[in-house]
């Protein structure tokens, strides 16, 4: 009789590593090091491949592609969405400006699509911190609006958007888990959901694991990384008890390395983060 897989059994985890921990390295490289230090997922910042996601051609989207795919990895999707853009905002009370962040979320979703990526991860905090003249709540309400605006595009292409959480220390909107759930609910669609991220979770005074069990429901992705800037099991954080976490709710997206911090390099980085996540899974 086949056995019946329960959510507390092993499963395979599936590593990925962001493209702009490898800088201005040549693309061939930079993929040869990730998949040799054991990585099967390429995750994308829009501004490493251009300065114009409008005048980035179907050419050069099948280019890159193909390019990750024969390097053995496979791109999952897309982070730092409004990263190094002008002219975008998620909770500005500006119409006119959330339409237009609408519509490039839109182009950056068929981005997403044709590199054969299914998830966008919002974070981007400079683009949207609300001012003192802006209550929370009006800044929910004006992101909720921004977001279910690109629901559409989002069931077309079969991409979801992933909302980050993020410290304080970024700045003051969704800070928590709790806010991210609360605006995920006001947009109330499948296609958007929720990510989890080490760092940002470590800010909480709920313990990182708890906040993944509170929150496997609606879990989409997660980025392995540690409040020091650097790699997973780079710093103070114990990874363990984070990846038992994973494990219990039975979580099987991907697992993504994100640092802040390059000086040690994109080898090493990609090195040390991959043996720790093993590690603390051993």
């Known amino acids: ?54 005048q980035f051609t179907a050419d050069q989207r099948a280019a890159y592609r193909d390019a990750v795919a024969v390097a053995g990895l496979e791109i999952i999707g897309l982070h730092w969405l409004l990263a190094k853009t002008e002219g975008f905002h998620l909770t500005t009370l500006d119409e006119a ?92 669609s499948p296609q958007v959901g929720l990510h989890l991220d080490v760092k940002a979770m470590s800010d909480e005074p709920t313990p990182v694991p708890q906040i993944i069990r509170d929150n496997a429901d609606v879990m989409m992705h997660f980025h392995a990384n540690d409040p020091n800037l650097l790699g997973p099991g780079m710093g103070d954080v114990d990874f363990r008890p984070i990846f038992e976490a994973v494990k219990e709710v039975g979580y099987v997206g991907w697992t993504s390395v994100e640092v802040f911090d390059y000086s040690l390099g994109a080898e090493a980085i990609a090195r040390q983060s991959m043996a720790n996540m093993i590690a603390a899974q051993s």
């Open 97 to 188: 400006v959330r339409r237009k962040t609408s519509d490039y979320f839109c182009e950056l979703a068929r981005l997403c699509r044709d590199l054969g990526g299914d998830v966008m991860v919002l974070g981007s905090p400079q683009q949207r911190n609300f001012p003192p003249s802006q209550t929370e709540e009006q800044a929910m309400d004006a992101a909720a609006d921004c977001l279910r605006a690109v629901v559409p595009t989002l069931n077309e292409c079969g991409v979801r958007i992933a909302i980050e959480p993020l410290g304080r220390g970024e700045g003051n909107f969704l800070n928590t888990a709790a806010a991210g759930r609360d605006l995920m609910n006001r947009i109330d």
């Open 1 to 54: 009789m086949e056995k019946t897989a329960t959510r507390t059994e092993t499963l395979p985890v599936k590593y990925a590593i962001c493209n702009e921990t490898f800088g201005e390295m040549p693309l061939d490289q930079a993929l040869q090091i990730a998949r040799q230090a054991g990585y099967t997922g390429w995750e994308v910042a829009p501004f490493m491949l251009t300065d114009d996601v409008t």
